[in-house]
Nanobody, 122 residues
Framework: QVQLVESGGGLVQAGGSLRLSCAAS????????MGWFRQAPGKEREFVAR????????SYADSVKGRFTISRDNVKNTVNLQMNSLKPEDTAVYYC???????????????WGQGTQVTVSS
């Protein structure tokens, strides 16, 4: 059974930084596509970033490119999302996702975490 547990969310002022972490059990993160999505109140879940298997290059939504960095720690079996220069519009619940294939469409992932709240104040 795959379990993904996010941590690291919280309240931060605009311009600040947060680092989210997703701990995986029942699945080796280096062998699967790992992604981050977010969902703000009243909005659809949207793609943030993904990293493929092995040495695959990461990809990002245009709205976070240059500010967010996704990385994988194969020893700890975690996937991290470093978020810098945060903006109020980044406020959302952030979800970790995993799948044998995974793209910007959330339906292409088969496992999800419970989410962690990120709130950016202006």
């Amino acid at each position: 059974q795959v379990q993904l547990v996010e941590s690291g969310g919280g309240l931060v002022q605009a311009g600040g930084s947060l680092r989210l972490s997703c701990a995986a059990s029942g699945r080796t993160v280096s062998l699967y596509v790992m992604g981050w999505f977010r969902q703000a109140p009243g909005k659809e879940r949207e793609f943030v970033a993904r990293i493929g298997r092995g040495a695959s290059f990461p990809s990002y939504a245009d709205s976070v490119k240059g500010r967010f960095t996704i990385s994988r720690d194969n020893v700890k079996n975690t996937v991290n999302l470093q978020m810098n220069s945060l903006k109020p519009e980044d406020t959302a619940v952030y979800y970790c996702a995993s799948g044998p294939v995974g793209y910007s469409d959330y339906k292409s992932y088969d496992s999800w975490g419970q989410g962690t709240q990120v709130t950016v104040s202006s």
